[in-house]
């Protein structure tokens, strides 16, 4: 039996890598290089366009919780960002490059995987398939998946952060550190005074936007992905409270907290390219060069990327999908990644296991198994498919979806500890891994 992967992206490539272990012959329908979507560069399976930032990994994290979960169903992405990642503090950060060629590699070294280069158009609802095509999926594939669903689109728009290289900053203007003093070095900070801030906050409410030529389709900016030029229309000290937050730092040059900071992250292993953290947006890139040249040490940053900002779509999830990414109206098809409304790489990638994993079940390859609401997979899983949810959007990985423990605990440190251990004793218990971890927990000074 064959089973069809369409798209090799996070989510496509944990399905198909998943099922390819399990001794199940996998097709894996990838379109790039023959065509590549407004927003793809790169040959390479698992591309990273919006951030290298993989999020927090500390276990008592949201994020956290969520990888590990992921490393017990032996997730490839979480495998290839261990292997790949770069200095960023308390975050998972990976070069981008070696992060998609890692996949790539054990992707196309698969025996059990055939890739196949080519664009796909139509679903065969009775044939075992997995979609994974993404949140840019357009095209005759698109009017094919509108038919399946019987259910219309929820298109929203997604922003990326402009990237500079690291010789081009002016280092006697900024200073090296992470908040609080969390991971070192490894984000170089921009700080503002107050009257530079005003400025450069005027300058930015004010910059030209880049047309988005999506007619039909009102603009509708998901919260995870604001471009900072719609965040500044919030209110003046609103990127304060933000990205751009000075709480945890200290400016060496003057002995006190800056009045607003722009961080920077490695993009890059080497550490020669930099990311604008929080900084996705639809600036025009002349504009994007006047404005951002306003922070201090970026007056004569070099862009080697600036923001763009294309269409994501995703399904009325909740209305098409089951807790197992499987359709209701057609159990043989399931959908993973951002199109099945997920949002987040890892989050994406975790999507795709779960997808396969139930796949498996249902061909007597795996136990079949109700991941509880109270394991990250479990609440992202039942979130999707959750049919109470009005206006249904994106969600990411965070302890929002997961139900009280039984007893409340003040100390949020100690209270998210004691959510990964009632996660991590079930996968225990249900034999997905031989032991649990200890998290570490940080005492207040």
Not at 116 to 136: C, M, S
Not at 241 to 266: E, I
Not at 343 to 370: N, P, R
Not at 392 to 406: S, T
Request: with cysteine; proline share 5%; net charge neutral.
């Amino acid at each position: 039996m064959k089973i069809k992967v369409l798209g090799a992206g996070l989510a496509g490539t944990e399905a198909a890598y998943f099922l390819a272990n399990l001794g199940l012959e996998v097709e894996l329908f990838e379109m790039k290089p023959q065509k590549f979507s407004p927003a793809h560069k790169s040959e390479g399976f698992a591309e990273l366009i919006c951030s290298n930032s993989l999020k927090a990994k500390r276990l008592n994290s949201a994020a956290g919780l969520l990888k590990w979960e992921m490393s017990c169903l032996g997730s490839l992405c979480v495998e290839a960002a261990l292997k790949c990642q770069v200095p960023a503090g308390g975050a998972l950060a990976v070069d981008r490059d070696l992060f998609s060629a890692y996949i790539t590699e054990k992707i196309k070294g698969h025996p059990n995987i055939i890739v196949k280069h080519q664009e796909v158009a139509d679903i065969n609802p009775d044939e075992y398939t997995i979609v994974a095509t993404g949140p840019l999926t357009d095209g005759r594939l698109y009017e094919s998946i509108k038919n399946l669903c019987s259910e219309d689109y929820l298109n929203f728009f997604d922003a990326a952060a402009p990237i500079v290289t690291a010789d081009s900053i002016d280092y006697s203007k900024v200073f090296s550190e992470s908040r609080y003093g969390k991971g070192g070095d490894d984000y170089i900070n921009c700080p503002f005074n107050k009257a530079e801030y005003e400025q450069f906050y005027e300058a930015l409410i004010s910059a030209k936007r880049a047309i988005l030529h999506d007619a039909d389709n009102p603009l509708k900016v998901y919260e995870g992905c604001m471009p900072i030029e719609v965040l500044a229309t919030r209110g003046k000290d609103a990127m304060r409270f933000g990205p751009l937050k000075p709480v945890g730092l200290r400016d060496p040059n003057t002995g006190h907290r800056p009045w607003a900071v722009v961080q920077l992250r490695k993009e890059n292993s080497k550490g020669t390219m930099l990311n604008l953290v929080g900084f996705q947006t639809n600036l025009k890139f002349g504009e994007q060069k006047r404005v951002f040249g306003m922070i201090p040490g970026l007056e004569s940053a070099e862009f080697v990327r600036y923001g763009v900002m294309h269409r994501n779509s995703f399904l009325n999830s909740p209305k098409v999908l089951n807790k197992d990414f499987s359709m209701k109206k057609y159990p043989k098809v399931s959908f993973a990644g951002q199109i099945s409304g997920v949002e987040g790489y890892m989050e994406s990638a975790a999507s795709g296991i779960m997808a396969a994993y139930h796949l498996a079940a249902d061909l007597g390859l795996k136990t079949k198994v109700d991941f509880p609401e109270y394991t990250m997979l479990g609440a992202l899983s039942g979130y999707i498919s959750d049919e109470t949810v009005k206006d249904f959007q994106p969600m990411g990985a965070n302890f929002g979806v997961l139900p009280p423990l039984d007893e409340h605990i003040r100390d949020k440190q100690k209270r998210y500890a004691e959510l990964f251990y009632r996660s991590a004793n079930w996968f225990k218990c249900n034999g997905f891994c031989e032991s649990v971890p200890t998290v570490e927990i940080e005492e207040k000074s």
